[in-house]
């Protein structure tokens, strides 16, 4: 069903997790990006990946539910959230790749938890990883697969970065269900897109 393929060559589209490397992150709703990334390259047997572009890069040749066949690759930044232009810019250089072929997965805490929604461009809402983005990539005109982890009661800057950069509050198996919704965002987004 999917084959891994070897060596050069254009790519259809690149898939971005965005997260902190780094294990005090693993478990932590900005690192939700990183976990929806894994699960994709789990869900389409891409192996290990590689490093590239200041991050863990993996290719494919990928079969998707609805039957169409994609190449993709699957970045995930290693360069700390704020700086994951610094290795997305590069990679879709290399690629060659429009800014509407690059799907970048990301928490959102104005979505309450659980919600998954898609959309091209449009605002950062405050979000340091997609303002890097913006600034390596010169145009905010990617797609966003936007990961509901929901906020916090207050709006003081402290009390949202420790809730963004602390465990989850939901249990192991509703983030699990969580990941596989946002995965599965992922494949529809780019059946509709390709169809």
Known sequence: MI?????GGAIDWLIVGLGNPGRQYTHTPHNIGFQVADELRS????????Q???????EGRVRLPGGSEQRLAVLCPLTFMNDAGRSVGPARGSYKLGLERVVVVHDEIDLPFGDVRSRLGGGLAGHNGLKSLRRELGDEGFWRVRVGVG???????????AYVLGRFRQSA????????????????LLEEQTG
């Open 3 to 7: 084959r891994p393929f070897r060596g």
């Open 43 to 50: 869900r389409w047997a891409l192996g290990a990946p590689k």
């Open 52 to 58: 590239r572009f200041k991050g863990e890069l993996c």
């Open 151 to 161: 906020r916090p009661t207050s709006t003081d800057p402290e009390i949202v970065s």
């Open 173 to 188: 198996a509703e983030v699990t269900e969580l990941v596989h919704s946002a995965c599965d965002a992922v494949e529809g």
